[in-house]
Each structure stands twice: as C-alpha cells, then as structure tokens.
C-alpha cells in the first residue's frame, strides 16, 4: 500500500486536535481516520531537533521508514497520520526506525 502526504493545514490541524497519540523516543505520531481509501502522512520536526540540516534528514529517514513498512502491507483503512520527530531520530540505526514505526503502524492502522 502507498502512503500519500498530507499536506492541507486544515488537515493537519484536525489530527493535531483530535487525533489518538502513541509516541516513542524517535517520534510522537498522532491518528485520526480520514474516511478515504489511502493513508495520508505529515512529518514535521521542531527546532529543538537541530538546525534545518539535522530536521531534514530526521524527517527523511522517518518518512522512508513509512514508506517501507506501508508498502509491506496489503491494505489499511484510511488514516491521516501526522509524525512529529524526536533528536533521536537523526542517529538511529534505519533499523530501529524501521521496527517503531511498525509497531505504531499496527496499533494505528489496526481494524
């Protein structure tokens, strides 16, 4: 399954206000179903990750490893997803990265 971005404030700001919360020490994701046929995903990083090099590359790595896992599966409801990264994040072995958002991915994209 492919994962498209979200991108609309609105959006956003809908899983920022009423969305369930999970997070780890890599990222903090937030999930709210969005009544379509795709999983929808924001990565954000704060500043307090690092400068803008440092928050780019955690917002890579995280959404490659989103994309990886989502394409491991066959199928999920429609979610918008909104991950907001941790410092941690920019250091992780891919692998590691790999396995947490596996293990959101199934409690978020449970039916």
């Known amino acids: 399954m ?5 991108r609309r404030t609105r ?5 920022r206000r ?3 919360v999970r997070s780890d020490r890599h990222f903090t994701v937030r999930s709210r179903r ?15 990750v690092g400068g803008a090099v440092t928050r780019s590359r955690a917002r890579r790595r995280v959404r490659e490893a989103i994309r990886t896992q989502l394409l491991a ?11 907001v990264t941790r410092a941690p994040a920019v250091d992780a072995p891919a692998a590691l990265l790999r396995e947490a958002v596996s293990r959101h991915l199934d ?3 449970a039916t």
Do not use: C
């Open 2 to 6: 492919r994962a498209e971005r979200l």
């Open 11 to 15: 959006d956003i700001e809908l899983v």
């Open 18 to 20: 009423s969305g369930d």
């Open 34 to 48: 969005n009544g379509l046929d795709v999983v929808r995903v924001a990565v954000a990083s704060p500043r307090a």
């Open 73 to 83: 599966r066959s199928a999920a409801p429609g979610t918008d997803l909104l991950v």
């Open 107 to 109: 409690a978020v994209l």
